[in-house]
């Protein structure tokens, strides 16, 4: 299995702040995707990043991703209380394939 | 912004009925998919379509279980009889449009099932 894990499980900040989010996989990868997820509604795709990336930014987030350790992280600086939500690492293995998709981490920013 | 989706939104069926679930992909899309997430669960892979046939399928979708493209623009998922753990939300996914995006998976909002 490639499956994603993400850590933490919960994360809680305040306006403001930082917030970093991790994910491991199994097995190697062509690409890992990070989604947004609000509470009961739909997948919102947020970046990309391919196997010979090392770093990707998009706006308020930056993805990093180490091929050596299988891990990811995505960063988002300067959190909104409007970032509220669950956060999911997803991998494939082909370019075209299907996603395996973490448990994801639920965050909460307060205001 | 172009966008996946999909109907109903919410669809109750009783156990052994037939649901059809419907997904207009991003036009310009090759790539197909379905996915399911069990309250509280992970997102779970079921098939991918691509060229008119199935390129992958996962263990969940067995022979209850079929998808088609019905013309240019609807991609289908059916449930021939319907099983009470077979409750949850159902995305669409579309992807291979070209260019930056070319692997991204673009979700629709879902459908959630109910069977009872």
């Known amino acids: 299995s490639q499956q994603g894990e993400e850590d933490p499980q919960a994360l809680s900040i305040q306006e403001g702040e930082n917030a970093t989010m991790n994910c491991s996989y199994k097995?190697?990868?062509?690409?890992l995707q990070w989604y947004r997820q609000n509470s009961g509604r739909g997948l919102v795709h947020l970046i990309l990043?391919?196997?010979?990336?090392r770093e990707k930014h998009s706006g308020r987030l930056r993805v990093t991703l180490d091929t050596s350790k299988k891990s990811s992280s995505l960063l988002i600086t300067a959190s909104r209380a409007a970032d509220t939500a669950s956060y999911f690492c997803?991998?494939?293995?082909?370019?075209?394939?299907?996603?395996?998709f973490g448990q994801g981490t639920i965050l909460t920013v307060h205001p | 912004e172009p966008e996946v989706t999909q109907t109903p939104s919410h669809q109750v069926t009783q156990m052994g009925q037939e649901v059809i679930l419907r997904c207009v992909p991003i036009?310009?899309?090759?790539?197909f998919y379905w996915y399911r997430q069990i309250l509280g669960q992970k997102v779970e892979f079921l098939v991918s379509?691509?060229?008119?046939?199935?390129?992958?399928k996962s263990e969940i979708f067995d022979d209850q279980f079929s998808v088609e493209r019905p013309d240019g623009s609807n991609f289908t998922l059916k449930i021939r009889s319907t099983k009470l753990e077979d409750s949850a939300m159902y995305f669409c996914?579309?992807?291979?449009?070209?260019?930056?995006?070319?692997?991204?998976?673009?979700f629709g909002p879902g459908t959630r099932l109910t069977v009872t």
């Open positions: 997803a991998t494939s293995g082909t370019s075209y394939g299907k996603l395996t």
């Open positions: 097995t190697s990868i062509n690409n």
């Open positions: 990043i391919r196997s010979n990336e």
């Open positions: 036009s310009n899309h090759l790539y």
């Open positions: 379509f691509y060229n008119n046939e199935i390129s992958e």
């Open positions: 996914a579309s992807s291979g449009a070209g260019g930056m995006s070319l692997y991204e998976q673009y």
